[in-house]
């Protein structure tokens, strides 16, 4: 697998958090460093990676920001979780691993396209959850909503914890691969999210739209009704686009009912 390569970094390596920089581009940073040592064979398929807070004070950064570093490079296959004994290289892939287009990053009318990806894949999701999920699970999903309120009234923007809401969802499914198709689109939904989250705290309508919708959703699932669950999570992502809309982020709808800055096709 081909692997984007870092600047050679010495044992010690030099802390990546240099001046504010924002906890999203320090991610990448050490994402791509711990990558790069994978490549140039430092870490081998088998070894053991430091732990989190060990890898936090040779790279200057916090555990927050290794914690999302390392479910990046997860994501992508590189890296494996055992229970009880920590993460470690993954064997080489026999397959590419997926990527999209790093334009996808690049502006506010590719946010919309990854709203579309995630409206196909957190319906059915949300559906098949509110089926399989266990008491434990859904406990779970209710404590990742409990967090985003308590993260706004922080005074944070709260992707974080509506990131790990999503994936409390996907967790309840039962089927894992749903967790690690949503840390791969993390890296896209991520930049949406920061759009989307930011328009909606200028709204208090906004914000208490999202809130609604969110416990339309956990209803659902606790509830263990598919067809609703299905419909909310849909749901709470075309509004989320619509308000993207009417905050003036997007351009709105054409008269034919389609965004002007949708991908055609």
Same mark, same amino acid.
């Given at each position: 697998?081909?692997?984007?390569?870092?600047?050679?970094?010495?044992?010690?390596?030099?802390?990546?958090?240099?001046?504010? /920089?924002?906890?999203?581009?320090?991610?990448?940073?050490?994402?791509? &460093?711990?990558?790069?040592?994978?490549?140039?064979?430092?870490?081998?398929? #088998?070894? &053991?990676? %430091?732990?989190?807070?060990?890898?936090?004070?040779?790279? #200057?950064?916090?555990?927050?920001?290794?914690?999302?570093?390392?479910?990046?490079?997860?994501?992508?296959? /590189?890296?494996?979780?055992?229970?009880?004994?920590?993460?470690?290289?993954? %064997?080489?892939?026999?397959?590419?691993?997926?990527?999209?287009?790093?334009?996808?990053?690049?502006?506010?009318?590719?946010?919309?396209?990854?709203?579309?990806?995630?409206?196909?894949?957190?319906?059915?999701?949300?559906?098949?959850?509110?089926?399989?999920?266990?008491?434990?699970?859904?406990?779970?999903?209710? &404590?990742?909503?409990?967090?985003?309120?308590?993260?706004?009234?922080?005074?944070?923007?709260?992707?974080?914890?509506?990131?790990?809401?999503?994936?409390?969802?996907?967790?309840?499914? #039962?089927?894992?691969?749903?967790?690690?198709?949503?840390?791969?689109?993390?890296?896209?939904?991520?930049?949406?999210?920061?759009?989307?989250? #930011?328009?909606?705290?200028?709204?208090?309508?906004?914000?208490?739209?999202?809130?609604?919708?969110?416990?339309?959703?956990?209803?659902?699932?606790?509830?263990?009704?598919?067809?609703?669950?299905?419909?909310?999570?849909?749901?709470?992502?075309?509004?989320?686009?619509? &308000?993207?809309?009417?905050?003036?982020?997007?351009?709105?709808?054409?008269?034919?009912?389609?965004?002007?800055?949708?991908?055609?096709?």
């Amino acid at each position: 697998m081909t692997m984007v390569a870092a600047t050679p970094v010495p044992a010690a390596a030099a802390p990546l958090a240099e001046g504010r /920089l924002a906890r999203q581009t320090l991610a990448d940073r050490l994402a791509e &460093r711990l990558s790069a040592q994978m490549e140039r064979g430092e870490l081998k398929p #088998g070894d &053991r990676l %430091p732990t989190e807070a060990a890898l936090a004070a040779e790279h #200057g950064v916090s555990r927050s920001v290794v914690r999302e570093a390392v479910h990046r490079i997860k994501s992508r296959g /590189l890296l494996v979780s055992r229970q009880g004994s920590g993460v470690f290289v993954a %064997p080489p892939l026999e397959h590419h691993a997926l990527a999209f287009d790093p334009a996808v990053l690049a502006s506010v009318p590719a946010v919309v396209q990854v709203v579309e990806i995630r409206r196909v894949l957190e319906g059915g999701m949300a559906a098949l959850a509110a089926q399989r999920a266990t008491r434990s699970q859904l406990g779970g999903v209710r &404590r990742a909503l409990a967090a985003i309120d308590t993260a706004v009234l922080a005074g944070r923007d709260g992707v974080d914890e509506d990131l790990a809401f999503h994936r409390a969802i996907a967790e309840a499914t #039962g089927n894992p691969q749903f967790g690690l198709l949503l840390g791969f689109l993390e890296q896209y939904l991520r930049a949406g999210m920061r759009i989307t989250r #930011g328009n909606e705290a200028r709204r208090q309508d906004f914000t208490e739209a999202v809130r609604k919708e969110h416990r339309a959703i956990v209803d659902a699932l606790l509830a263990r009704d598919p067809a609703a669950a299905r419909r909310a999570a849909t749901s709470h992502l075309v509004r989320g686009e619509r &308000r993207l809309e009417r905050g003036g982020m997007i351009p709105p709808a054409s008269p034919s009912g389609r965004s002007r800055t949708r991908a055609r096709g």
